[in-house]
């Protein structure tokens, strides 16, 4: 976050590892990205960037009128999000925040939708942030995955950081999870390699 640079990794506990995109979070807003601005200029509404990393999107939303904040445990990303014109908190999503039943868009992009390995109650928590008839644009994996894991921080020389649980999930199976906690599907689309879904509080 610092450097904005990578290479990292997740290392899962069955030694397979994902990347970590540290260059296109540290960059400009991409395609797939301004799909998501896009709909949150639609709602109009202040957004919640749930995991918001370096702060691209805030900032991003913040330039185009629209009130938004932060939220990251990592004090590096939080600190980046700020030195770039965007408003950030360095808490967890399960920590008090402000707002609360009042964001009109929540994000969860670039793979939060893993964070805590328990997307049911990750996306619980989200219907709670939003205001009635708010909307969660949240990003998927691509295809039909489910899984829950236990991962680490892997950097270029192979020094990892300590385990964390984390979950990755295809659009059909954050769409259960969400109906399980209330939330309806809006809309789905895919950019590219990018996946998302949109998913409704109800009124």
Request: hydrophobic share 45%.
């Given at each position: 976050?610092?450097?904005?640079?990578?290479?990292?990794?997740?290392?899962?506990?069955?030694?397979?590892?994902?990347?970590?995109?540290?260059?296109?979070?540290?960059?400009?807003?991409?395609?797939?990205?301004?799909?998501?601005?896009?709909?949150?200029?639609?709602?109009?509404?202040?957004?919640?960037?749930?995991?918001?990393?370096?702060?691209?999107?805030?900032?991003?939303?913040?330039?185009?009128?629209?009130?938004?904040?932060?939220?990251?445990?990592?004090?590096?990303?939080?600190?980046?999000?700020?030195?770039?014109?965007?408003?950030?908190?360095?808490?967890?999503?399960?920590?008090?925040?402000?707002?609360?039943?009042?964001?009109?868009?929540?994000?969860?992009?670039?793979?939060?939708?893993?964070i805590g390995g328990a997307p049911a109650a990750l996306l619980a928590r989200c219907a709670e942030?939003?205001?009635?008839?708010?909307?969660?644009?949240?990003?998927?994996?691509?295809?039909?995955?489910?899984?829950?894991?236990?991962?680490?921080?892997?950097?270029?020389?192979?020094?990892?950081?300590?385990?964390?649980?984390?979950?990755?999930?295809g659009a059909a199976a954050a769409l259960a999870c969400a109906a399980d906690v209330g939330l309806?599907?809006a809309e789905r689309w895919t950019v590219g390699e990018r996946c998302f879904v949109a998913l409704?509080?109800?009124?």
């Amino acid at each position: 976050m610092r450097t904005g640079r990578g290479p990292l990794w997740l290392r899962r506990s069955d030694g397979r590892r994902h990347l970590l995109d540290v260059e296109r979070w540290c960059a400009p807003p991409d395609l797939a990205d301004r799909s998501l601005l896009t709909r949150c200029q639609t709602v109009g509404r202040p957004v919640l960037d749930i995991g918001c990393g370096p702060g691209r999107l805030v900032a991003a939303l913040l330039a185009l009128g629209l009130p938004a904040l932060g939220v990251d445990l990592t004090a590096a990303a939080v600190a980046r999000t700020r030195a770039i014109g965007g408003a950030a908190v360095c808490r967890s999503v399960f920590d008090p925040l402000p707002g609360e039943g009042r964001w009109g868009t929540a994000l969860l992009a670039d793979g939060n939708l893993g964070i805590g390995g328990a997307p049911a109650a990750l996306l619980a928590r989200c219907a709670e942030l939003l205001a009635p008839g708010g909307t969660l644009l949240a990003e998927v994996e691509p295809g039909e995955v489910d899984e829950r894991v236990v991962v680490r921080v892997e950097d270029a020389h192979g020094t990892c950081g300590p385990p964390f649980a984390w979950a990755r999930l295809g659009a059909a199976a954050a769409l259960a999870c969400a109906a399980d906690v209330g939330l309806t599907e809006a809309e789905r689309w895919t950019v590219g390699e990018r996946c998302f879904v949109a998913l409704r509080r109800p009124y």
